[in-house]
Nanobody, 124 residues
Framework: QVQLVESGGGLVQSGDSLRLSCAVS????????MGWFRQAPGKAREFVVA????????YSAVSVSGRFTASRDNAKNTMYLQMDSLKPEDTAVYYC?????????????????WGQGTQVTVSS
């Protein structure tokens, strides 16, 4: 079993930056593609960014491209989401997720393990 715990959420103003962390335990961290997803009230959970097992490749949603960056430290079993130039529409609960398969890293249905989520609120 894999356990994921997000941290770093909070209330910020438009234009600010925030970094989320996702600590993973239970299995070999480097065996998993890791992703960040978010869900706003009344909306479906959506893909944000993903990072390959080695960290050598990243994938980003169009809405966050150029503003959000995923990274991972396999020695620390931790993934990060650096969020810059935050906008009010980025307000959501952010979830990290892990997938053994790397076939479709942007697909929410690919991921087997999920964290409990952390709230990010961006005020205008």
């Amino acid at each position: 079993q894999v356990q994921l715990v997000e941290s770093g959420g909070g209330l910020v103003q438009s234009g600010d930056s925030l970094r989320l962390s996702c600590a993973v335990s239970g299995r070999t961290f480097s065996s998993y593609v890791m992703g960040w997803f978010r869900q706003a009230p009344g909306k479906a959970r959506e893909f944000v960014v993903a990072i390959s097992k080695s960290g050598g490749r990243t994938y980003s949603a169009v809405s966050v491209s150029g503003r959000f960056t995923a990274s991972r430290d396999n020695a620390k079993n931790t993934m990060y989401l650096q969020m810059d130039s935050l906008k009010p529409e980025d307000t959501a609960v952010y979830y990290c997720a892990a997938s053994y398969s790397d076939s479709r890293p942007t697909d929410v249905g690919l991921y087997e393990y999920w964290g409990q989520g952390t709230q990010v609120t961006v005020s205008s």
